[in-house]
């Protein structure tokens, strides 16, 4: 025979077992069961609410019954004493009766007034006896119903009381499994910032291999040892210059003091530039994480420049210094090669920082958004994005060392997506015929106005 709480109970159960896959088969199935659960839920509440009000009611009719018994008892008491006095009259009108029966003869008339009088005491005793036993009857009753309130009043107590503990059991599971929740997303960031940490700590040697592997790719000369004072954390031979990148991450999780250890040290590398034979533009390398607390990536420093890059951007740096060996003097080069050169550096540099820059603000609108959405939307919603978001997974394509990033492939990946776009009507159909170079990220105009 199914109880109450079968539903609840069971609703329970598949919570503490359900499985990744138990969600994306049977999720109608456990979606169905947590509204009959909390269907059950409602009628538990509202059995406990009744209970109250039918205990409320039980003990004003049980204080009523009261009453009116103490009203019956004072009237019992007065009936009493009314029968008593009556007998008491009784007896002296039969004593006087005694006394007049001597005289019989000269109390005629007075027998027959006294004997009408007796009668009618005597219909007064009668009528009086006949409502004491209505009464003491009456009473008896009462005191039936008071008994049988009295055992309805315990019943109703119990129920009551089992309702309220069951209700409190609920709610104590409820408030345990938020606290689970809470803790589990104390630890994943624990964990992001001990991912962070390891980032950082292995930044030098990633820096280092990496400059290693683009070297090796492009036969460029990585020194190890460099013939002067110093020790740089990494230095390549271009031109019989020595260029200069050094490895730089943050020492702790607070990223405040990053820019200002970064400022320090554009000053710090100006023992290099005295050197015979190196380079006046010095490279700093951070870790790409860090690029949202950095404000500015070129410091002029008069007799030299220090720039700050992450790693995604050394291979286009070190082969953009490798292009200069293709000449074996300065003057061999022509005006429109050194006007292309510079196009070139100029074009990078502008797509870097706008790049940057896009990325800061969509880190800040997408911080805003996740902001907004825990704070505006209802908390049952806000748990089941949670729920979908724990749930989903990104794997963005691997690099390999020994392959390279085919532009080619990148080109022909964006033709087919921007193909698929257009057959699926994702895009308007203005934006379509312009191609996605007319959007306001790509005009003139909107670069022109936030330059202003």
């Given at each position: 025979m199914a109880t109450k709480t079968d539903r609840l109970n069971q609703f329970f159960e598949q919570v503490k077992t359900l499985t990744f896959w138990q969600r994306l088969f049977r999720w109608s199935q456990?979606?169905?069961?947590?509204?009959?659960?909390?269907?059950?839920?409602?009628?538990?509440?509202?059995?406990?609410?009744?209970?109250?009000?039918?205990?409320?009611?039980?003990?004003?009719?049980?204080?009523?019954?009261?009453n009116d018994n103490e009203h019956l008892r004072k009237s019992q008491s007065e009936l009493e004493n009314e029968v008593v006095n009556l007998r008491k009259e009784v007896s002296e009108n039969l004593r006087k009766i005694s006394e007049l029966t001597s005289l019989v003869a000269t109390k005629d008339e007075a027998?027959?007034?006294?004997?009408?009088?007796?009668?009618?005491?005597?219909?007064?005793?009668?009528?009086?006896?006949?409502?004491?036993?209505?009464?003491?009857?009456?009473?008896?009753?009462l005191k039936q119903e008071n008994t049988i309130f009295?055992?309805?009043?315990?019943?109703?107590?119990?129920?009551?009381?089992?309702?309220?503990?069951?209700?409190?059991?609920?709610?104590?599971?409820?408030?345990?499994?938020?606290?689970?929740?809470?803790?589990?997303?104390?630890?994943?960031?624990?964990?992001?910032f001990n991912k962070m940490k390891v980032t950082w700590v292995n930044h030098e040697e990633n820096v280092k291999n990496q400059i290693k592997m683009i070297c090796d790719r492009n036969t460029i000369e990585y020194v190890d040892v460099v013939p002067f004072k110093g020790n740089p954390d990494n230095a390549i031979k271009v031109w019989d210059e020595f260029i200069i990148f050094d490895a730089k991450s943050p020492a702790s999780d607070d990223l405040?003091?990053?820019?200002?250890?970064?400022?320090?040290?554009?000053?710090?590398?100006?023992?290099?530039?005295?050197?015979?034979?190196?380079?006046?533009?010095?490279?700093?390398?951070?870790?790409?994480?860090?690029?949202g607390v950095i404000d500015c990536f070129f410091?002029?420093?008069?007799?030299?420049n220090v720039y700050v890059v992450t790693l995604d951007a050394l291979q286009p740096i070190i082969l953009s210094l490798k292009k200069r060996e293709e000449y074996e003097f300065v003057e061999q080069l022509s005006p429109?090669?050194?006007?292309?050169?510079?196009?070139?550096?100029?074009k990078f540099a502008h797509v870097t920082k706008r790049r940057i820059q896009i990325d800061h603000f969509f880190g800040r609108q997408f911080l805003e958004v996740l902001s907004k959405y825990e704070a505006d939307l209802p908390?049952?919603?806000?748990?089941?994005?949670?729920?979908?978001?724990?749930?989903?997974?990104?794997?963005?394509?691997?690099?390999?060392?020994?392959?390279?990033?085919?532009?080619?492939?990148?080109?022909?990946?964006?033709?087919r997506i921007r193909k698929e776009a257009e057959a699926k009507a994702i895009s308007f159909p203005a934006l379509v015929q312009q191609g996605i170079r007319s959007l306001p990220l790509y005009s003139d105009e909107s670069s022109n106005e936030e330059k202003e």
């Amino acid at each position: 025979m199914a109880t109450k709480t079968d539903r609840l109970n069971q609703f329970f159960e598949q919570v503490k077992t359900l499985t990744f896959w138990q969600r994306l088969f049977r999720w109608s199935q456990f979606r169905s069961l947590s509204y009959e659960a909390y269907e059950e839920f409602k009628t538990l509440l509202s059995e406990a609410a009744r209970s109250i009000q039918e205990l409320d009611t039980a003990k004003k009719d049980t204080s009523i019954l009261k009453n009116d018994n103490e009203h019956l008892r004072k009237s019992q008491s007065e009936l009493e004493n009314e029968v008593v006095n009556l007998r008491k009259e009784v007896s002296e009108n039969l004593r006087k009766i005694s006394e007049l029966t001597s005289l019989v003869a000269t109390k005629d008339e007075a027998l027959r007034q006294a004997e009408s009088k007796i009668k009618g005491l005597e219909i007064a005793v009668a009528t009086a006896e006949v409502r004491i036993s209505n009464l003491t009857q009456e009473n008896s009753q009462l005191k039936q119903e008071n008994t049988i309130f009295k055992q309805t009043e315990d019943d109703r107590k119990a129920n009551y009381e089992k309702a309220m503990a069951t209700l409190n059991a609920i709610k104590d599971k409820i408030q345990a499994d938020r606290d689970k929740e809470i803790a589990d997303r104390q630890q994943e960031e624990i964990e992001r910032f001990n991912k962070m940490k390891v980032t950082w700590v292995n930044h030098e040697e990633n820096v280092k291999n990496q400059i290693k592997m683009i070297c090796d790719r492009n036969t460029i000369e990585y020194v190890d040892v460099v013939p002067f004072k110093g020790n740089p954390d990494n230095a390549i031979k271009v031109w019989d210059e020595f260029i200069i990148f050094d490895a730089k991450s943050p020492a702790s999780d607070d990223l405040a003091n990053f820019p200002t250890y970064i400022k320090l040290q554009t000053e710090s590398v100006k023992k290099y530039i005295k050197e015979e034979n190196v380079k006046k533009d010095i490279f700093l390398v951070i870790p790409s994480n860090t690029l949202g607390v950095i404000d500015c990536f070129f410091y002029n420093m008069a007799d030299y420049n220090v720039y700050v890059v992450t790693l995604d951007a050394l291979q286009p740096i070190i082969l953009s210094l490798k292009k200069r060996e293709e000449y074996e003097f300065v003057e061999q080069l022509s005006p429109e090669d050194r006007d292309n050169i510079c196009r070139v550096i100029g074009k990078f540099a502008h797509v870097t920082k706008r790049r940057i820059q896009i990325d800061h603000f969509f880190g800040r609108q997408f911080l805003e958004v996740l902001s907004k959405y825990e704070a505006d939307l209802p908390r049952d919603i806000v748990d089941k994005v949670i729920e979908y978001e724990r749930s989903e997974k990104l794997n963005p394509p691997q690099e390999k060392r020994a392959k390279l990033i085919s532009s080619t492939e990148l080109e022909t990946d964006s033709k087919r997506i921007r193909k698929e776009a257009e057959a699926k009507a994702i895009s308007f159909p203005a934006l379509v015929q312009q191609g996605i170079r007319s959007l306001p990220l790509y005009s003139d105009e909107s670069s022109n106005e936030e330059k202003e």
